[in-house]
C-alpha cells in the first residue's frame, strides 16, 4: 500500500453491471491479461485445472457452479503471486451429438455432428467470457479435432506394442431389429427394450479392444502425498477391489475348473459350484435332458445387467446342467449350477458355494434344498436345523479335516490362521496355492459409434491386425457421411473409409470401424494444454516436467471411478513411455456438490426447475451471480437455489459499491481508538478471508467480506477517509473482492485512483499485532434492562468499568435522582445498575 492517501474523484452513481461487465471483458481479451508465458519461470508455477465441459450448447447453473469458485480460487493464487496455468477446453467427442444426427436423419436431414459441435463450442466460449473467467483460452484443446486425436492413436499403438492394447470377445447390449449395438442409455425400462424401436434387447458378444488397466491395479491402490478427498480414495480401492486368497482346482469331465475363493479354509463346506451363465464349460458340461432348461435360462440371462444380477435381496434363480465338480479336499461329486448372480466379468466365472458361510449360497441352498455343512463354530452352539442365515464371522475351524482346530479371527488373507493353514495345504496337496485378485476389469475401449477416435488398425487376411504407420496419423473420420435411422455406424458402409490396404503387404485390407472410448480423450488432455498445436508429439517433455502434475483439479464427485481413475492408469502408461517424470496427474482433488433446483431435486428440464445462468445474468450481471453461487453454502455440498438468496450478494455488492464511491457525510472525528478498530476490522478480514481461500470455503469468505464491509460502513467518515488506515482498507476489500467479483472489483480499482489491473496485483497480508483487541465492548443494564454500552480497556479495574458505565449517557439519565442499591460487574460482558427511585 502506498504511504499517502490518493485522492479519489468520488462519483454517486448506481452500481451497473451492464455497463461495468461488458467493459471490463473487453479489456481483458484486447490485453491478453489472461494468456499465461509457459516459459517464465520468475514465479512459482500453478496449474489449477478444472475439468472441460462436454460441449452442450448452454452453460447451465451446474457449470456456473463449478466454475466460477474455480476460477475464484485460480485468481487468488495468481495474486498470491503464482504463475497460474487455468485453461480450458472441450469433451468433444460422445453420444448427443451422433444421436442428433440420428435424429435429424429419421426427419430426412443431414447434420454433421462436427457442425453441431463446433457451433455449440463458439457459444459456450462467449458464455464463459461472460461469467468473466479468466481462462487461458489460447491454450483451448477440443477433442474431435484431428489435430487432437492423432495423440490418442498414437498413444494406443504405443500400447499396443507394448502389450496393454488387446482384443477379446465380450458382450454388449444388441438390437435384432436395428441390427446394432446400444449404448447403455439406449436401453430403456425395466424390461430393456431398444429406445428406438421397442424390441427386447439382448447381449451379443463382440471382438472388442482393452486397455491392461488391470497391470497398474496394485499401484493404483497407492495414493501417497495425494491430497484428495477420503471419500474418492475409498471409492477407487473398493473399485479395484484387492483380494487375498487361493486359486483351487475342481476336476470335471471337461477338464479342471478354477475358483479363486477369499476363504479357502471353508473349502470342506463347498457343497455345490455355481457357474456364470456365460461360462464356457456350460455348453460341454450340461446333459443332453437339461440343455432346453439351460438354454432359456441363459437367454433370459442375456437380457438383464450386470446391476440387476447381482442386486442384493433378490429372489435367486439357476438351474442344475446335469454334471458334477470333484471337491479336491473332501473327494466329493458336488452338482454344478449355473446362476445370474455369478459374472463371467469377475474372477474366473466359478464360484465354489459354501452356503454356511455366504449369504447368496445360503438363500440359494435353501431354495434348491442343496446340502449345508457348518465349518466354523462360534463361541456359541450352532443350531442347523434353526439356521436362518449364513455365519461369516470368526470362530474355530469344524468339518474341515487337517485344518480341524484353527482359528479363524476374522481377518483378511494370511491374517486369519485358517487361511493361512488351508492355503499350506492346498500348495502341499498340489491343488491350488495362494492367490491375489481384483475386482477391477480391463478398461474396454471399443464403441460401435462414428464420433470418437478412429482406431490406427487395419485387418488383413494374411497378417491379421496391423497397425497403421504412425506417419500415416491421424486415421481422420470422414465428413462425407450418411447418417442411419437406426443409428449404425456409418463407417461401416463408408467404402473410402472402410478398404484399404495393408502396412506390412499391400494387398486389400479393411480398417477397424468401431471408435474409441471417449474416456480416452479426457485421459491425457491436461498434458496437451501445455503445447496444444505441437505437431511432432503429443507434448512438450520439459515443459510437462516444469508444470505436471497438475496442482489443483476440480470437478464433479461423478467422475471418481472412471475418468479419474482413467488418467491415473494413463499418467502411469506416459511415465514408462518415458514421456515424463511422474505418476500422477493431480496433486490435489476438490469435489463440488451439486446445485439443486428450488424444489430440492435435481434440476431437468422434465421437472421445470432449471435455473438458466443467462437469465440471470440480464437480471443481476454475472459477479451478482458468481457471488450467490459461492455464497450459496459449502461448494463442496451443494444446495438447493433460493430465487430470494440472490438479493444478500445482490446488496452486498451494491452497499460496497457505494461505501468506495460516495462521499463520507459523517463527521465523526477519525480518533484512534476508530482508526485503531478500523485496521483491526481489516486485518482480521485478510486472514479469515486467506484461510478460507485455501480451504475452498468461499461462503464464509464472503461472510467475512460483509462483515467488514458493515465494519467500514459504520466508520466511514469525512475525517477516516482521509487517513491511510482507511485507503489500506479500501485497497484490502477490493483485491479481496477481486476473485469473487472480478469485474466489479477492476472498475473499484480504477475508481480509486489505480492504474494497471487489480488482477494483476498481490494479495493483501496481514498483521498479528493488529489483530490483538485491547478494549471490550460491555453492556450496561439499569433494572437489568439494557440501557447503554461503554467500551473499557481489557484489563480496565472494577471501580474504572463502574465509572465509564455511570457517566455514559443515557445510563447517567436513569440514574438522576435515583439511589444505586447493588452495582453488579460480570467481567467481559455487562454491568448491571440496581437502583431505587
Known amino acids: 500500500m502506498s504511504d499517502t492517501v490518493k485522492e479519489i474523484a468520488y462519483e454517486s452513481s448506481r452500481y451497473n453491471p451492464h455497463e461495468i461487465e461488458p467493459k471490463w471483458q473487453k479489456k481483458w481479451d484486447e490485453s491478453k491479461l489472461y494468456e499465461v508465458d509457459l516459459n517464465d519461470h520468475s514465479k512459482p508455477k500453478y496449474y489449477f485445472l478444472t475439468m472441460y465441459p462436454y460441449p452442450s450448447g448452454d452453460l447451465h447453473t451446474g457449470h456456473w457452479y463449478a466454475e466460477a469458485p474455480a476460477d475464484a480460487a485460480a485468481r487468488y493464487l495468481r495474486m498470491k503471486g503464482f504463475n497460474v496455468l487455468f485453461p480450458m477446453g472441450f469433451d468433444a467427442f460422445g453420444l448427443p451429438a451422433e444421436n442428433a444426427a440420428v435424429k435429424a436423419a429419421r426427419r430426412g436431414e443431414n447434420v454433421h455432428p462436427a457442425t453441431l459441435t463446433y457451433k455449440q463450442i463458439d457459444r459456450m466460449v462467449k458464455q464463459f467470457s461472460q461469467l468473466g473467467a479468466m481462462f487461458?483460452?489460447?491454450?483451448?484443446?477440443?477433442?474431435?479435432?484431428?489435430?487432437?486425436?492423432?495423440?490418442?492413436?498414437?498413444?494406443?499403438?504405443?500400447?499396443?506394442?507394448?502389450?496393454?492394447?488387446?482384443?477379446?470377445?465380450?458382450?454388449?447390449d444388441w438390437c435384432p431389429s436395428c441390427n446394432t449395438t446400444l449404448a447403455r442409455e439406449q436401453v430403456v425400462?425395466?424390461?430393456?427394450?431398444?429406445?428406438?424401436?421397442?424390441?427386447?434387447?439382448?447381449?451379443?458378444?463382440?471382438?472388442?479392444?482393452?486397455?491392461?488397466?488391470?497391470?497398474?491395479?496394485?499401484?493404483l491402490l497407492n495414493f501417497d502425498n495425494l491430497d484428495w478427498p477420503t471419500r474418492v480414495r475409498e471409492m477407487q480401492t473398493n473399485w479395484i477391489g484387492r483380494s487375498e486368497g487361493a486359486e483351487v482346482n475342481f476336476d470335471t469331465k471337461a477338464g479342471k475348473l478354477t475358483v479363486f475363493t477369499t476363504r479357502p479354509d471353508t473349502l470342506w463346506g463347498a457343497t455345490f459350484m455355481v457357474l456364470a451363465p456365460e461360462h464356457p464349460y456350460v455348453s460341454e458340461l450340461t446333459s443332453a435332458d437339461k440343455q432346453a432348461e439351460v438354454a432359456t435360462y441363459i437367454e433370459e440371462t442375456q437380457r438383464k445387467t450386470e446391476i440387476d444380477r447381482m442386486a442384493e435381496g433378490k429372489e435367486k434363480t439357476g438351474v442344475f446342467i446335469g454334471a458334477y465338480a470333484k471337491n479336491p479336499v473332501t473327494g466329493k461329486e458336488i452338482p454344478i449350477w449355473i446362476a445370474d448372480y455369478v459374472l463371467m466379468g469377475y474372477g474366473t466365472g466359478a464360484i465354489m458355494a459354501v452356503p454356511y458361510g455366504d449369504q447368496r449360497d445360503f438363500e440359494f441352498a435353501r431354495k434348491f434344498k442343496l446340502d449345508i455343512v457348518a465349518v466354523v463354530k462360534p463361541d456359541d452352539s450352532v443350531d442347523l436345523g434353526a439356521l436362518d442365515k449364513a455365519y461369516d464371522g470368526p470362530g474355530i475351524m469344524i468339518n474341515s479335516g487337517p485344518i480341524n482346530g484353527q482359528i479363524h479371527n476374522g481377518e483378511k488373507g494370511k491374517k486369519s490362521p485358517a487361511v493361512a493353514a488351508a492355503i499350506d495345504y492346498l500348495e502341499a496337496q498340489g491343488i491350488g496355492k495362494g492367490a491375489t485378485t481384483y475386482r477391477l476389469r480391463d478398461w474396454l475401449i471399443s464403441r460401435q459409434r462414428y464420433w470418437g477416435t478412429p482406431f490406427p488398425i487395419v485387418y488383413c487376411d494374411e497378417h491379421g491386425a496391423v497397425a497403421v504407420p504412425y506417419e500415416d496419423l491421424p486415421v481422420a473420420l470422414p465428413t462425407d457421411v450418411e447418417f442411419m435411422p437406426t443409428g449404425e455406424s456409418p463407417l461401416k458402409s463408408h467404402d473410402s473409409f472402410l478398404?484399404?490396404?495393408?502396412?506390412?503387404?499391400?494387398?486389400?485390407?479393411?480398417?477397424?470401424?468401431?471408435?474409441?472410448?471417449?474416456?480416452?480423450?479426457?485421459?491425457?488432455?491436461?498434458f496437451r494444454y501445455l503445447t496444444p498445436h505441437k505437431t511432432d508429439a503429443p507434448l512438450d517433455a520439459e515443459l510437462a516436467k516444469h508444470w505436471a502434475p497438475v496442482d489443483t483439479y476440480t470437478g464433479g464427485i461423478e467422475h471418481a471411478i472412471l475418468h479419474l481413475m482413467y488418467a491415473r492408469f494413463f499418467t502411469k502408461v506416459i511415465r514408462d513411455l518415458g514421456l515424463i517424470d511422474h505418476g500422477e496427474p493431480f496433486k490435489r482433488l476438490r469435489n463440488q456438490g451439486i446445485i439443486l433446483g428450488e424444489d430440492n431435486e435435481k434440476m431437468s428440464k422434465s421437472r421445470g426447475n432449471v435455473v438458466n445462468p443467462d437469465n440471470l445474468v440480464s437480471e443481476y450481471g454475472a459477479d451478482t451471480v458468481r457471488t450467490y453461487l459461492m455464497f450459496i453454502g459449502p461448494w463442496d455440498q451443494g444446495g438447493p437455489w433460493n430465487s430470494k438468496g440472490i438479493e444478500g450478494p445482490t446488496r452486498f455488492l451494491g452497499r460496497s459499491w457505494t461505501l468506495i464511491t460516495d462521499e463520507a457525510s459523517s463527521d465523526t472525528p477519525a480518533d484512534k481508538p476508530t482508526l485503531k478498530e478500523l485496521k483491526r476490522a481489516v486485518h482480521s478480514a485478510i486472514k479469515e478471508v486467506t484461510d478460507d481461500f485455501e480451504n475452498f470455503q468461499f461462503n464464509t469468505a464472503i461472510a467475512e467480506l460483509m462483515t467488514l464491509v458493515n465494519a467500514m460502513s459504520k466508520s466511514k467518515s469525512k475525517q477516516v477517509v482521509e487517513t491511510l488506515e482507511w485507503q489500506e482498507g479500501l485497497e484490502a476489500l477490493i483485491k479481496m473482492l477481486a476473485p469473487i467479483a472480478p469485474h466489479i472489483s477492476e472498475e473499484l480499482w480504477e475508481r480509486t485512483g489505480h492504474t494497471g489491473s487489480i488482477h494483476l496485483e498481490s494479495w493483501p497480508s496481514y498483521d498479528e499485532s493488529a489483530l490483538v483487541k485491547n478494549s471490550i465492548s460491555m453492556a450496561i443494564q439499569v433494572n437489568g434492562k439494557v440501557r447503554g454500552q461503554i467500551e473499557v480497556s481489557i484489563d480496565a479495574s472494577k471501580d474504572a468499568i463502574l465509572e465509564a458505565a455511570k457517566t455514559e449517557s443515557n445510563v447517567a439519565r436513569y440514574l438522576e435522582n435515583a439511589q444505586i442499591i447493588r452495582e453488579i460487574v460480570v467481567p467481559g460482558k455487562l454491568v448491571n445498575l440496581v437502583i431505587k427511585a
Open 499 to 526: 478398404n484399404t490396404t495393408c502396412p506390412i503387404c499391400g494387398k486389400n485390407a479393411t480398417r477397424e470401424t468401431d471408435t474409441m472410448d471417449t474416456f480416452m480423450d479426457s485421459s491425457w488432455y491436461w
Open 189 to 219: 425400462g425395466d424390461d430393456r427394450v431398444c429406445e428406438r424401436c421397442a424390441t427386447p434387447v439382448i447381449k451379443k458378444d463382440l471382438s472388442q479392444w482393452y486397455f491392461k488397466i488391470t497391470d497398474y491395479a496394485e499401484e
Open 136 to 172: 487461458d483460452w489460447s491454450k483451448m484443446v477440443v477433442t474431435c479435432d484431428p489435430d487432437y486425436y492423432k495423440w490418442n492413436q498414437w498413444f494406443f499403438l504405443k500400447m499396443y506394442e507394448k502389450g496393454l492394447a488387446y482384443k477379446k470377445q465380450s458382450p454388449v
